[in-house]
């Protein structure tokens, strides 16, 4: 079975932390993505990754940055966080054939206080 | 750029009815790929069914279905003989064909099986 982990369940921040949200898969995916959830507006992809090193912004990248130093792991980091960063992060992983599934993590609830 | 809509916010039937969920989407692509994924209270995102756009005969998984009408651009869900089990948040999502690109999800049905 493919398994996506999330480093954490719960988080809460203070405003202008640097947070780090870590995701790791562990069947050799080579595309990784971070999307975020709100209620009322679905999920949205902040930022995605084709292989190593590489990464493309989404819909929504202001205010994050991403890294991806080894196949496995694909960071999301909020470089200072704010109160409208308060959500849900939900990390992805899939075979590079795009009618692939995507697998997905548990969540990261995110508060910013 | 794509976009999906769901109509229906909520949804609530009695164990054992069948429902259908809508999803309607906007491209200029001819190749693209379309998914109903399941959010059930754990927040475990799960696939429920897929859809490629070049295939005309609609996808079945078990009790799930899809009625696809690539000209009306719909992609609605039909799930049969409902299950407590099936309550959860449903979402539509829309993938291009071209590469490696996220998904485009529309806003999520809620759909609450009553026992």
């Known amino acids: 079975d493919v398994k996506v982990t999330q480093s954490s369940r719960y988080l809460v921040k203070r405003t202008g932390e640097k947070v780090f949200l870590e995701c790791v898969q562990d069947m050799d995916h080579e595309n990784m993505f971070w999307y975020r959830q709100d209620p009322g507006l679905g999920l949205r992809l902040i930022y995605f990754s084709y292989d190593v090193k590489m990464k493309e912004k989404g819909d929504i990248p202001e205010g994050y940055s991403v890294s991806r130093e080894k196949k496995e792991r694909f960071s999301l980091i909020l470089e200072s966080a704010s109160t409208n960063q308060t959500s849900m992060y939900l990390c992805?992983?899939?075979?590079?054939?795009?009618?692939?599934?995507?697998?997905f993590g548990p969540g990261t609830r995110l508060t910013v206080l | 750029a794509q976009t999906v809509t769901q109509s229906q916010p909520e949804m609530s039937v009695q164990e054992a009815e069948t429902v259908t969920l809508s999803c309607t989407y906007d491209t200029s692509e001819n190749n693209y790929y379309l998914f109903w994924y399941k959010q059930p209270p754990s927040r475990q995102m799960i696939l429920v069914i897929r859809q490629e756009a070049y295939k005309q005969q609609n996808a079945t998984e078990n009790r799930f279905s899809v009625n696809f009408q690539k000209a009306a651009k719909s992609f609605s869900l039909k799930i049969s003989d409902s299950q407590l089990g099936d309550t959860a948040m449903y979402f539509c999502a829309y993938l291009s064909g071209g590469g490696a690109d996220g998904l485009t999800f529309g806003k999520g049905t809620h759909l609450i099986i009553q026992p």
């Open positions: 992805a992983s899939r075979f590079r054939n795009p009618s692939n599934e995507q697998f």
